[in-house]
T-cell receptor, first 114, second 117 residues
C-alpha cells in the first residue's frame, strides 16, 4: 500500500486567510484526490488532482476557492482560500493503488477557522 | 448517481462478541467495487475490506467478512471476536469499476462502533 503524508496535520486560521495543504506519496501514483470531512460528517470528494493539467472539480466546489496543484506523480497541494468558519473540516488526500481497486488515504489535515 | 446508506448511526458490542454493520447502496451499474473503511479517533482512514461486484464469493480478511447480496444491493460487514481496537467510525463506500473519471468514492454516513469491555 502507498504511504501518504500530509502537512500540516492541523492548523487554526483566521477568517479571510488561505492555507495550503501538502500531500506527499512514497511512490508514483496515477490518481490523487482531495476529500473534505466536515465535523461529524462523511467524506465528500472535492476534486481529482490531475498531473500536468487542471484539477477536475465536483459539483459545489470551484477552483477559485480550492485551487489544486499536482506538479508530479507523487505530490499535490490543496489551497483553501479566503477561509470562513464553514471551511472548518478535515481535509484528506487520497490515492489510487496500483491494484486499481484500492484507494488509500493520508492522515488528514484538521483545519479550524476562527 | 449512486447513493450509499448506513442506517445504523451507532452500534455497540461486547468485547469478543460478533457484530454486523449494515450498508445498502443504489446503482444502475453492473460492475463496481464496495469498500469498508475504518476511521479511529486518530482520523486516519483505514481500508478494512473490499469486494468486487463481479465476484460471488464474499470477501474475508481475518476477523472481518462481508455479506454481499448483489440483487438486494446490500453489503454488510461482520466483525468477529471484537477487540477494543475495533472501536471506530466505519464507512461503507462505493466506486464504479470503469476507468478514467469513475474512480470517485461515494461514502455512507458512517456507523460509530463502540466496544464494551
Amino acid at each position: 500500500s502507498a504511504v501518504i503524508s500530509q502537512k500540516p496535520s492541523r492548523d487554526i486560521c483566521q477568517r479571510g486567510t488561505s492555507l495550503t495543504i501538502q500531500c506527499q506519496v512514497d511512490s508514483q501514483v496515477t490518481m490523487m484526490f482531495w476529500y473534505r470531512q466536515q465535523p461529524g460528517q462523511s467524506l465528500t470528494l472535492i476534486a481529482t488532482a490531475n498531473q500536468g493539467s487542471e484539477a477536475t472539480y465536483e459539483s459545489g466546489f470551484v477552483i477559485d476557492k480550492f485551487p489544486i496543484s499536482r506538479p508530479n506523480l507523487t505530490f499535490s497541494t490543496l489551497t483553501v482560500s479566503n477561509m470562513s468558519p464553514e471551511d472548518s473540516s478535515i481535509y484528506l488526500c487520497s490515492v489510487l493503488g496500483i491494484a486499481y481497486n484500492e484507494q488509500f488515504f493520508g492522515p488528514g489535515t484538521r483545519l479550524t477557522v476562527l | 448517481a449512486q447513493t450509499v446508506t448506513q442506517s445504523q448511526p451507532e452500534m455497540s458490542v461486547q468485547e469478543a462478541e460478533t457484530v454486523t454493520l449494515s450498508c445498502t447502496y443504489d446503482t444502475s451499474e453492473s460492475d463496481y467495487y464496495l469498500f469498508w473503511y475504518k476511521q479511529p479517533p486518530s482520523r486516519q482512514m483505514i481500508l478494512v475490506i473490499r469486494q468486487e461486484a463481479y465476484k460471488q464469493q464474499n470477501a474475508t480478511e481475518n476477523r472481518f467478512s462481508v455479506n454481499f447480496q448483489k440483487a438486494a444491493k446490500s453489503f454488510s460487514l461482520k466483525i468477529s471476536d471484537s477487540q477494543l481496537g475495533d472501536a471506530a467510525m466505519y464507512f461503507c463506500a462505493y466506486r464504479s469499476a470503469g476507468f478514467f473519471g469513475n474512480e470517485k468514492l461515494t461514502f455512507g454516513t458512517g456507523t460509530r462502533l463502540t466496544i464494551i469491555p
